[in-house]
């Protein structure tokens, strides 16, 4: 049983640049759903899909970040023009529609620092 | 808006009951999640609490009660592995989390 798989797990990139992370999420799950978390914090939600339609982006934190799941599939995080405060974890999760398989399962993380 | 509260930090002994608690003032609710988180890894699922009442898995219970806006995590028989960080979450199809209570099991 494959569980949802973030690539990279590591990612050190310089302020400007732009970074684009992958999450697979279980293969039976239709939701996914992306997450930042910073040191000493709850995760804080940043969007979702299900399948491939993008159904709450109003809480990507600026319009540097994008998402995407263009085959309903895995996803891509892109954050463009990077900087030192976006230096965080971002977790990526998946879940089924319905009752408790609602329950969201997440992956390792990315992890982010940018310099 | 969302306000979900629990304490920063807590402190038991090894083989102790301990109960983290949790309060929420959120828009939307359709069920109440328990993770836990060791420090540097994802968060894994402890509990899901629909309905008011107690839910038991093992050394791990969780309780709702939707009409205060409360829940709580307790842990039995604690042991030095279950020292991490225990977040509690509010489902409205995205997961609001608190902040999280950091444990710390001590001999």
């Known amino acids: 049983d494959t569980g949802v798989s973030q690539d990279p797990r590591h990612k050190i990139t310089k302020r400007g640049q732009n970074v684009t992370f992958r999450c697979d999420p279980i293969?039976?799950?239709?939701?996914l759903y992306w997450y930042r978390q910073t040191l000493g914090q709850g995760p804080e939600f940043l969007t979702y899909?299900?399948?491939?339609?993008?159904?709450?982006k109003s809480r990507l934190l600026s319009d540097r970040f994008s998402a995407e799941r263009p085959k309903g599939s895995f996803s891509t995080l892109e954050i463009q023009r990077t900087e030192q405060g976006d230096s965080a974890m971002y977790l990526c999760?998946?879940?089924?529609?319905?009752?408790?398989?609602?329950?969201?399962?997440f992956g390792p993380g990315t992890r982010l620092l940018v310099l | 808006g969302q306000n979900i509260d629990q304490p920063t930090e807590m402190t038991a002994t090894e083989g102790a009951i301990v109960q983290i608690n949790c309060t929420y003032q959120?828009?939307?609710?359709?069920?109440l999640f328990w993770y836990q988180q060791h420090a540097g890894e994802a968060p894994t699922f402890l509990s899901y609490?629909?309905?008011?009442g107690l839910e038991e898995k093992g050394r791990f219970s969780s309780f709702l009660s939707r009409s205060k806006g409360y829940s709580y995590l307790l842990l039995k028989e604690l042991q030095m592995k279950d020292s991490a960080s225990y977040l509690c979450?509010?489902?409205?199809?995205?997961?609001?989390f608190g902040g999280g209570t950091r444990l710390m099991v001590k001999p």
């Open positions: 899909f299900q399948n491939e339609a993008q159904l709450e």
């Open positions: 609490n629909v309905l008011d």
């Open positions: 979450a509010v489902e409205d199809n995205m997961l609001t």
């Open positions: 293969s039976e799950h239709n939701r």
């Open positions: 999760a998946s879940s089924s529609l319905s009752g408790r398989g609602k329950t969201q399962y």
């Open positions: 959120t828009s939307g609710f359709n069920g």
